[in-house]
């Protein structure tokens, strides 16, 4: 089965349409997704705006170079 992938906007728009009252199964059959899924992206990217996704990227960059810088010492 071919895996779809979404990008962090798509989905953060998707967590906004059930937000405004869209039901999840619905959204999630549109979408072709399990429920699974939509609740882990919800876990994941909720409350989020599309502008905060480029700090949160940021921010997992940082740290991981920080663990490197760590490890290398």
Known sequence: MKRIKFTESQIVKAIKEHESGKNVHDL?????????????????YGGM?????????????????????????
């Open 28 to 44: 999630c059959r549109e979408l072709g997704i399990s429920t699974a899924a939509f609740y882990k992206w919800r876990q994941r």
């Open 49 to 73: 705006e599309v502008k905060e996704l480029s700090k949160f990227k940021g921010a997992g960059r940082r740290k991981c170079t920080f663990k490197e810088d760590v490890c290398e010492s």
